[in-house]
């Protein structure tokens, strides 16, 4: 074999068809990476892997076409089959011949990583894995074109007939998408040498799926020496149905060792997490919560064609290993419509027609629908002006659901309903929110004089009719039993509901009639007019303190209503501004006909207080809480809650009102993106992507000039 090995190898480096090999996909490579990562001033190393992947199947046949056909072509294979070689030896020592060849043109694609670790960052796992699987996929095309080679009589003929092979692997992918029969999907997933190595290029190291590219190749292997051997004895129908008999065991072996460790990894959540954000990694929260499952959840994964989240299945399955109660599927609505019957009306139309997870435990009845703004996190960042993808929430967003759908009891909010309130269809989206953080929203009326229950925060959102004396007594009647409030006002409100602001005073503060503006030279005090407010976060213990300390302090209150504060703070009363207006803001009042914004020398100035936190102590010692904010757009708009911080503050003050959070996890959502390129002002490392090509084509002149008249 080792002979065999050298001959191979000396006749590789010796001849143009390596050098063609390694020259086209270096530079192919080169240009690769230039447009994908360096003029996109990306980081994502195995996302240029991936994409590299699809060389092997248009290269590889220029590297194997000779390897036997051309052996066929000189006539020289029968001296090479009655050789004292073993067909086992004929065949490793030009696998591996051509392995080397594969190996050294992979190697020289490091300076594509070397650009990435000077001027971004490498993370080594995650490169080691996606290389590893880089490495073991070009190795089975190469063992699957070699077996071609090996059937085909000239370099030309196994060229073709190699590529066209592996075009049918490729459309595999494509064919399992269109197709709609399950178990030919399912057999076509199974065979794709693209689909087995994508884990590898997602950090995930996938011993399944290795063992498939192993077992691939060795197969292949087999079958060429087979091949070989069928050629050496062809005159014998014995040898011949004894092959075929040997071929197909080996077939059936490699089958089955493959599926076993495809139900093994799914089972046991065997894949390794290498990734750079470690995205399917379950916490300590979560183990805390799985460990705490007493009751059997289903997750129904409904994903389109060519759509699926791979990290999100991977994580489910860890989900599924670690405890009995849960459990996953992939589902169609086409094939189970059925789903939609546990899913509420308001949320069926938008969320379940499109790519999302459905959690349901049968014995609470409770479902929930988790979908793409779920898992993503957003911040603002001031010196764009515009809004990152920050963060990835598959993790929190699954857990919490877990929660959510298995709770014995929930904790409630209440909002309060019959004077004006938003109705249901404005609150839809602050409804989905705090459910999201597994409280359940109960919509309660004062009619009749009754309280609602003071162990649950009451939310009073923007009324614009008065309470009756009665409601007002009740609604008093709940403060003193220690119920906490949770009150928004919109400068469209009546600029007095005398009984209602008198329950606000009773708790130092009340709203203003007018709309806040802010002054065109402060930039920072508006969004992208001064109508949109973006205030000042003051720091408020256990409330603001730790969103100031993770920099979520972005918001907008577009419009809003000024507070004024007319209590006096003291022992009975305390009192905190949670925000305000910038310096430079003034208040207008708001005309029947029209509003004219231009700031008049009349106009009260700020700072005014937009969100007022208070804390009333009565008579008895009995303590309620009271929160009140100018606006209710950055709690029910979708859009404001989705790219500001408006929805870490709402939990945050509602956690102050009761005392206690509902399910306070503590998930760190992960990494979404991998650091920029800063490649800027150097011309280094387009030095550095040039170098591969390069070095090849000074090889190839070196060696190949001197020989060309031999």
């Given amino acids: 074999m080792r002979a065999i090995f050298k001959r191979e190898l000396q006749a590789d480096f010796y001849t143009a068809s390596a050098y063609v090999y390694m020259g086209v996909f270096l530079a192919l490579g080169s240009v690769f990476f230039a447009v994908g990562n360096l003029a996109a001033r990306s980081g994502d190393l195995p996302g240029f892997l991936w994409n590299m992947g ?9 590297l194997t076409m000779h390897v036997y056909a051309g ?80 059937r085909s009589r000239t370099p030309i003929t196994a060229a073709v ?44 190291l996938s011993l399944a799926n290795a063992l498939f590219f192993l077992a691939v190749t060795a197969l292949m292997l087999f079958l ?46 065997g894949r390794i997490d290498l990734s750079f954000n470690r995205v399917t990694t379950r916490s300590a929260a979560t183990d805390a919560v799985l460990r705490e499952l007493k009751r059997d959840v289903h997750a129904y994964v409904l994903a389109s064609e060519g759509n699926q989240l791979n990290d999100l299945n991977a994580l489910l399955d860890r989900y599924q290993a670690a405890t009995p109660h849960f459990a996953w599927s992939q589902e169609s609505l086409n094939k189970n419509p059925l789903l939609l019957q546990w899913v509420s009306d308001d949320v069926r139309d938008s969320a379940v027609t499109t790519d999302c997870v459905i959690l349901r435990c049968e014995e609470t009845g409770r479902t929930r629908v988790l979908t793409w703004d779920d898992y993503m996190r957003f911040s603002y960042d001031d010196d764009t002006g515009s809004y990152a993808w920050t963060g990835l ?29 938003l109705t249901a269809e404005e ?54 039993a220690g119920g906490s409030v949770f009150a928004t006002v919109d400068f469209t409100d009546p600029g007095e509901l005398p009984n209602l602001y008198a329950f ?75 925000l305000q207006t910038r310096a430079a803001s003034y208040l207008r009042a708001v005309q029947a006909d029209q509003i004219d914004l231009e700031r008049r020398a009349e106009d009260p100035v700020g700072p005014f207080p937009l969100a007022v936190l208070a804390d009333r102590a009565f008579d008895d010692g009995t303590r309620s ?77 070196a060696i190949l000039m001197p020989r060309r008249y031999l």
């Fill in 161 to 204: 007939w190699a590529f066209g092979v592996n075009l049918l692997l490729w459309l595999t992918d494509v064919v399992s998408s269109a197709v709609g029969i399950a178990w030919i999907q399912r057999i076509l997933r199974f065979i794709s040498l693209y689909r087995r190595a994508s884990p590898f290029q997602e950090g995930q």
């Fill in 625 to 701: 809480r009271f929160f009140l904010i100018g606006n209710s757009a950055m709690f029910t708009s979708e859009t404001i809650l989705n790219r500001t911080y408006s929805g870490e503050l709402l939990l945050q003050v509602l956690r102050h009102l009761t005392g206690e959070g509902a399910i306070d996890l503590d998930i760190v959502p992960r990494q979404a993106m991998r650091p920029e390129l800063n490649t800027e002002g150097s011309i280094l490392p387009l030095a550095l992507v040039a170098a591969p090509p390069l070095l090849i084509a000074i090889l190839a002149v």
């Fill in 224 to 269: 060429t020496a087979r091949a070989l051997e069928a050629r050496r004895f062809s005159g014998s129908p014995k040898k011949t149905m004894m092959n075929l008999g040997l071929c197909l065991l080996a077939s059936a072996v490699a089958v089955a060792a493959c599926a076993a460790a495809d139900l093994w990894e799914t089972k046991a959540a």
């Fill in 393 to 421: 929430t598959y993790e929190q967003a699954i857990t919490e659901a877990l929660v959510y759908v298995t709770a014995e009891e929930l904790p409630r909010v209440q909002i309060l309903t019959g004077h004006g309130e």
């Fill in 427 to 480: 609150t839809a989206v602050l409804e989905q929110r705090l459910r999201g953080a597994n409280y359940e929203p109960l919509r309660v009326s004062l009619s009749g004089g009754s309280a609602p229950d003071p162990a649950y925060p009451l939310m009073i959102l923007s009324p614009i009719l008065d309470l009756g004396e009665t409601e007002a007594q009740a609604l008093a009647g709940f403060a003193q």
């Fill in 54 to 62: 699809y060389l092997w199947m248009l290269l590889t046949p220029v």
């Fill in 504 to 578: 606000y005073r009773l708790y130092g503060v009340q709203p203003r009639a007018g709309l806040v503006l802010a002054e065109e030279s402060d930039a920072a005090g508006y969004y992208t007019n001064a109508a949109e407010i973006t205030p000042e976060m003051l720091i408020v213990a256990g409330v603001t303190d730790t969103l100031a300390e993770g920099g979520a302090d972005f918001f907008i209150l577009a419009p809003a209503r000024a507070l004024e504060i007319v209590g006096t703070p003291s022992a009975d009363l305390m009192l905190s501004t949670v």
């Fill in 71 to 150: 052996e066929r072509r000189c006539r020289t294979d029968q001296l090479l089959l009655t050789s004292p070689v073993s067909m086992a030896g004929i065949v490793l020592g030009k696998y591996l011949a051509a392995c080397a060849v594969l190996i050294f043109t992979v190697a020289l694609t490091l300076p594509y990583a070397l650009v990435v670790a000077l001027w971004g960052k490498v993370y080594p796992g995650e490169m080691l894995c996606g290389y590893l699987g880089f490495l073991l996929q070009g190795c089975a095309f190469l063992a699957i074109d070699l077996f071609v080679s090996a």
